[in-house]
């Protein structure tokens, strides 16, 4: 962990070496695994997204510039994929962790004392196109889209669920709403429901979220609120679901997002949609037999590491954003080390300066005219013999 930790602060304010791959040593497209590889000084930071069974993120770190990805395709397309990704050198190996989108749920409180839950959207039976023809590597950007296997309501007969992929080279911030604040070591998904059509009235959505933590660790969810929102206006909640050490507050993972999500394309302050988590829970569950986190975590997974989840869900009280316009955006960060936090700009800086000032210099210049004025009031008068 503090191998980590040193590991970041090396690569702190410096460029990586990012490269995307597409199934590394499988020329199938019948299934997805993007492997994105970032680049440090002494160091690579491997993202390894994929939509067998349920869409996944798996993070990992390694104390090796030259570290390397392995897959065992038959192994990992099988009932028992314990085993099929692994790292070379397994030994630079310092961090890994994992963050999987479940389920999402519909749900609605039109005319009723308590919300109604319709049939559940579970994502390891959806079908995923291939991201392959998605693949922008000068952008490093990718997009995993899918509909249900079976969907006998016809909701998405005109829609589709996309989880966006961008990886970054450097830091910076991104220019759309709501316009994160991001890191070297970090990527960002966007989650995007579009055309999907409701089931009820004023329907709202959730995302249910895993995430999977070696012993020693554990996730906790943040809270910073600050009184500048000059990059996402009207927002001024930022949550974070922070991987920490059990004896150490610092974190080694997190999970980033502003508290909303948008309603438009390309968004705007008005286009927002209330975003909020529900409590985080410890997940007894296991994850589905396929997914790319039982190939490399193995079948300690719900012994040897810890499983959480919360449910992330958007929208108001009557579902009126989704309900007009069909489109719903929710943007995060995944990384490593602690979460990018905002700090005010030189303009906001500056304006309060101004704001700030201003009483105190008009206080000073009266302070002046009075005490002058004084002296001149007494200087008027003649000494008496």
């Known amino acids: 962990m503090?191998?980590?930790?040193?590991?970041?602060?090396?690569?702190?304010?410096?460029?990586?070496?990012?490269?995307?791959?597409?199934?590394?040593?499988?020329?199938?497209?019948?299934?997805?695994?993007?492997?994105?590889?970032?680049?440090?000084?002494?160091?690579?930071?491997?993202?390894?997204?994929?939509?067998?069974?349920?869409?996944?993120?798996?993070?990992?770190?390694?104390?090796?510039?030259?570290?390397?990805?392995?897959?065992?395709?038959?192994?990992?397309?099988?009932?028992a994929p314990a085993g099929a990704i692994w790292i070379e050198p397994p030994g630079s190996v310092v961090y890994s962790t994992a963050v999987v989108f479940t389920k999402v749920f519909e749900y609605s409180k039109a005319d009723t004392p308590e919300e109604l839950f319709y049939p559940t959207y579970d994502l390891s039976g959806f079908s995923w196109d291939s991201v392959n023809g998605t693949l922008n590597h000068t952008a490093l950007t990718a997009e995993f889209l899918g509909v249900p296997a079976s969907d006998p309501s016809g909701s998405f007969s005109n829609g589709s669920l996309a989880f966006r992929v961008t990886a970054y080279e450097a830091d910076g911030r991104d220019g759309p709403l709501p316009s994160l604040l991001h890191t070297a070591n970090s990527s960002k998904v966007e989650f995007v429901l579009a055309g999907v059509a409701p089931r009820g009235n004023g329907s709202r959505f959730a995302l249910e979220v895993a995430t999977v933590e070696e012993a020693g660790a554990a996730r906790r969810l943040r809270s910073a609120r600050s009184i500048d929102d000059e990059y996402t206006p009207t927002i001024f909640e930022t949550l974070s679901l922070a991987a920490e050490a059990r004896n150490d507050s610092a974190a080694l993972s997190f999970l980033q997002w502003k508290a909303t999500a948008y309603g438009s394309r390309s968004p705007k302050r008005e286009d927002g949609i209330r975003c909020r988590p529900r409590s985080l829970q410890a997940a007894n569950w296991t994850l589905p037999a396929s997914s790319v986190v039982r190939a490399y975590f193995g079948e300690g997974l719900g012994s040897a590491y810890t499983v959480s989840a919360i449910n992330i869900s958007f929208g108001g009280e009557d579902g009126e954003v989704y309900q007009e316009k069909r489109y719903l955006s929710w943007s995060a960060l995944?990384?490593?080390?602690q979460p990018p936090k905002d700090t005010f700009s030189l303009l906001v800086i500056s304006i309060m300066a101004v704001a700030l000032g201003t009483p105190v210099v008009l206080l000073l210049v009266g302070a002046v005219v009075v005490l002058f004025a004084q002296r001149k009031r007494y200087s008027e008068y003649e000494p008496i013999n």
């Open 2 to 79: 503090l191998l980590l930790a040193a590991l970041l602060a090396a690569a702190g304010g410096g460029r990586r070496e990012v490269s995307m791959q597409y199934n590394p040593g499988w020329n199938n497209s019948s299934v997805n695994l993007l492997h994105v590889r970032a680049v440090g000084r002494d160091d690579t930071l491997h993202y390894v997204w994929s939509s067998i069974g349920a869409p996944a993120a798996l993070l990992v770190a390694t104390a090796s510039a030259s570290s390397a990805l392995r897959v065992n395709w038959t192994r990992l397309l099988s009932p």
């Open 334 to 337: 995944l990384g490593f080390g």
